[in-house]
């Protein structure tokens, strides 16, 4: 494991070089934070104040890179200033006298680090969830290490189109337990409240008219694997009723018979409303939701990570075509796709894309003339791109406290990452869209400084 070290402490709690020999023992190599050395930082401070907290929003990137923030001792850490680093982008803040052994204590929470970010960069979680955004990128962080080091029952929130049972199905994939069994998915939203106990329990033969052969409801069909109920949200108050024992203790009988069945599964949830609303409303019982709510996931709409937008866009290319060599996306038809709305989220953009790759044809990139005539922009539509959301960004950040000199440094900060992302790394490509020259962007790179307007091409 490795690590960057930024020790901003004047007590001789422990000297720098200890500290980095008491790591190295601990199989923590460390070296000193830049731009070109991702990695979880551990920042080493006796005083939480504004130059403190600057260097910690500096360190995490925009919540792409952990921070680990250590006081020396409980004098220098208050209750206000944990929950202040915490906002700011650490990960963990705690004091070093904390634990009889703070090495150990570090190396279990790198550990932890690294086997989640293997995971999130493991092929199944790349090819079922595809974004690189901060936003998207933290959602997978949590989601991988719910799904991988706890058995726990999720409930995952999110407006319709957003992958809600992609993020069922990955759960299910990374569980680590020895499962046998499937991942079986009942819809909530078309499940008659009539035939609801078969449909969940099962029946046994000539328990109702028509029941000639006994039959396993979802609950034992997903025994040793994980049960996804669907539009949870949907359940029928009297439906609702008949869960509660079957989910908390895994238990139930069978429509017709007096035999109680176990089934050992993992129950995750999914559900477009707002489910603890519904509760304040009476629609939902509360007893009910928190047996499903231990751990809750809202899934972010795709307006609220569009950085994500292009590469979801080349990954349902590669899907639509997988035997063609990769299309490029003409720039007009980029700018086109990011500044789209999409009330139907990631669903919406896979069937713009597949409209779009039905009209191409050739092996050059996909240009304007493949986007339907129903999909181009309105006439006159505006294209002023200081909207309502970058209005909001700007209000939340001076709430926040942030200043004029402050703000137009992350927001130029915001925009050389979101460049060479779309552009996959391209330094002329994204260099062009900002207006600067190749040199300038690379220079900005190496030292973390904005590109010199002087250098601009």
């Known amino acids: 494991m490795h690590a960057c070290l930024q020790y901003l402490c004047s007590r001789n709690v422990i000297s720098e070089s200890a500290l980095r020999k008491a790591l190295a023992e601990a199989g923590i190599s460390t070296q000193s934070f830049g731009p070109d050395r991702p990695g979880p930082v551990i920042c080493f401070f006796d005083a939480i104040d504004h130059s403190l907290c600057e260097r910690v929003r500096e360190f995490s990137g ?29 990960s963990e803040v705690f004091t070093w006298d904390h634990s009889a052994d703070p090495v150990a204590e570090i190396a279990c929470r790198l550990k932890r680090w690294a086997a989640v970010d293997e995971l999130v960069e493991s092929p199944a979680v790349q090819t079922t969830l595809v974004g690189q955004s901060p936003v998207w990128k933290k959602m997978l962080r949590r989601i991988v290490e719910l799904a991988h080091f706890t058995d726990s029952t999720v409930l995952i929130l999110g407006e319709s189109g957003t992958g809600k049972e992609l993020v069922a199905r990955l759960v299910h994939a990374l569980d680590p337990r020895e499962k046998t069994g499937e991942f079986v998915v009942l819809d909530c939203a078309t499940t008659v409240p009539e035939l609801s106990g078969s449909e969940f329990f099962g029946h046994e033969r000539g328990a109702f008219t028509g029941a000639v052969h006994a039959r396993d409801g979802a609950f034992a069909l997903a025994d040793k694997g994980t049960l996804f109920l669907d539009e949870v949200g949907e359940l029928p108050l009297p439906v609702q009723a008949q869960l509660l024992r079957a989910v908390q203790e895994h238990t139930y009988k069978r429509v017709g018979g007096n035999t109680w069945q176990t089934a050992d599964f993992r129950l995750v949830c999914a559900t477009n409303k707002d489910l603890y609303e519904t509760v304040q409303q009476g629609e939902f019982r509360h007893d009910l939701y928190y047996r499903i709510a231990t751990w809750i996931i809202t899934l972010p709409p795709l307006r609220e990570r569009r950085q994500d937008i292009l590469p979801l866009a080349r990954h349902f290319m590669r ?101 060479l992302s779309d552009e996959q790394g391209n330094l002329q490509r994204a260099a062009s869209r900002l207006g600067v020259t190749d040199r300038a962007l690379q220079m900005r790179r190496a030292s973390g400084r904005r590109p010199d307007s002087s250098n601009q091409a």
């Open 319 to 419: 899907q639509l075509r997988p035997d063609a060599e990769p299309r490029d996306l003409d720039s007009s038809v980029r700018e086109y796709l990011v500044q789209r709305e999409y009330p139907g989220n990631v669903r919406e953009l896979w069937q713009v894309i597949a409209r779009m790759m039905d009209r191409h044809v050739g092996y050059g990139p996909v240009t304007v003339g493949d986007i339907p005539e129903d999909d181009r922009p309105r006439e006159g539509q505006s294209n002023d791109w200081r909207d309502e959301a970058f209005e909001r960004s700007i209000r939340h950040a001076l709430l926040r406290g942030a200043k004029l000199k402050e703000i137009g440094r992350g927001a130029e900060e915001a925009a050389v990452r979101i460049a």
């Open 62 to 90: 925009g919540g792409l890179e952990r921070v680990l923030a250590i006081a020396p001792s409980d004098a220098a850490l208050t209750n206000a200033g944990t929950w202040q680093l915490l906002q700011v982008g650490a």
